[in-house]
């Protein structure tokens, strides 16, 4: 996503009160694109304020001459987590324990450890020897180790920084996230990753949209790869055909049951409308979401976050070129659009059918589905210059001094 070092400084909080007025009321039909707008009658209903705490996320931001590591609650009100001088990107919540990691990436020299409930950076730590960081990482479910994709690059000043061999690392919580294993990718620029199902699924971005090495290049060398996640052990690859070479496959979202989604960015700045949302088969076969060719032109080649509900029935992606989120049933039927300028931070809510999104001028954006319709049904802005990705929290666990000490 590019730097938004030019958008004005936000103030961190979140107009409460504008929120609450404006979450009672569906927006207009201006809010929606590419679908019909939901009537009042129809409308989902928002979330009850009363209930501040029933859910919350994590995200990054650009806060006053820095960035940081950002938890958002039920209400929209945005605390800082982690302040940071580099920019962060993707975001990771402990499963078992309060603890949560963000990922640098460009220049991906480091990662934080924090905890969601408190300010105040816990660790830090390194990709390995003479690689840095993609800007993504994982717990496993049990919450013991945490998996990094890594890029192999020669030392700055040391020839061309280009895009290099992908590794996994796999790092242990306890000993303070040292590397305890680490395999091939079975690709090059590798970005995200995410168990699904029996595989680690990676995405093998290859060259980099908008990089030094993309200027001429009109083919990435993107591939998907599934993985053992005990071992490594190449299970599956996946990879599109030459007509959609220019396309870097870059973004992971899961539904809970095995299904698996990957967004993609172009290379190509030439005005065709290339599919940008994949669904991968088990055998890492990929098959195009359905969408109207103007539709997908109208992402202008760029899909920051992508997304489930939390019903896995509906899948979103959101593209800050194309100030818009859009979204889908599962089953690849596409059922619209709605604007948000410069929005890329994207997630599933508690309850089903509904997405929150934030955008790069302090904007959050609640976006409902009923009956195969999308609306807007809650905006607010004032607050931080939102980034890239956003995560949802489960209910905070309570845990016992041995949880607390494996954050």
């Known amino acids: 996503m590019p ?26 039909a201006p809010a929606l694109l590419g679908g019909r707008s939901l009537a009042a009658t129809d409308a989902v209903p928002p979330a009850p304020a009363a209930h501040p705490l029933a859910e919350g996320w994590l995200t990054t931001a650009g806060v006053d001459d820095g960035f940081a590591a950002v938890a958002v609650d039920g209400t929209f009100e945005a605390a800082t987590r982690a302040a940071s ?21 460009r220049p991906g020299h480091v990662a934080l450890l924090f905890d969601r409930n408190h300010e105040g950076v816990r660790a830090r730590f390194e990709p390995g020897a003479g690689r840095v960081f993609a800007g993504h990482g994982r717990f496993t479910a049990d919450g ?89 052990a190449l299970q599956a690859e996946g990879r599109l055909p030459k007509d959609l070479a220019s396309l870097s496959l870059r973004h992971l979202a899961r539904d809970g049951r095995g299904g ?16 940008l949302l994949y669904a991968i088969a088990p055998g890492g076969a990929l098959a195009a979401l359905d969408a109207p060719e103007d539709e997908w032109r109208a992402l202008r080649g760029y899909v ?11 899948v979103a992606c959101s593209s800050p070129r194309g100030g818009r989120v859009a979204l889908w049933r599962a089953d690849g039927r596409y059922l619209g659009a709605v604007r948000l300028i410069d ?3 994207l997630a599933g809510m ?43 929290l489960t209910p905070n666990p309570i845990g016992d001094a041995a949880q607390r000490a494996r954050l």
């Open 3 to 28: 730097a938004r070092s030019n958008l004005p400084a936000r103030r961190p909080g979140l107009d409460r009160r504008r929120f609450l007025a404006g979450s009672a009321m569906l927006l207009a």
């Open 144 to 232: 013991r180790h945490f998996l990094t994709t890594e890029i192999e690059r020669p030392p700055e000043g040391d020839g061309p920084q280009v895009m290099g061999r992908g590794i996994v690392a796999r790092r242990d919580v306890a000993a303070d996230f040292a590397i305890v294993g680490e395999w091939p990718t079975g690709g090059d620029g590798p970005h995200d990753l995410l168990q699904s199902g029996a595989s680690l699924v990676v995405a093998n971005g290859g060259i980099e949209p908008n990089t030094p090495e993309a200027r001429d290049a009109a083919a990435t060398g993107s591939t998907i790869t599934l993985l053992d996640p005990a071992t490594g």
């Open 304 to 314: 920051g976050s992508v997304a489930f509900d939390r019903s896995g029935r509906y």
């Open 260 to 275: 698996t989604v990957v967004a993609a960015q172009d290379l190509l700045h030439d005005g065709a409308a290339r599919p």
């Open 350 to 392: 508690e309850e089903a059918g509904r997405f929150v999104a934030t955008s790069g001028y302090g904007e959050t954006i609640v976006i409902g589905i009923s009956d195969d319709e999308v609306g807007i049904i809650a905006r607010h802005s004032g607050g931080p210059r939102f980034d890239n990705h956003m995560v949802r």
């Open 343 to 345: 929005g890329c931070g």
């Open 85 to 105: 001088a580099v920019r962060l990107h993707g975001l990771e919540a402990n499963p078992e324990g309060t603890g949560a990691v963000a990922v640098g990436r």
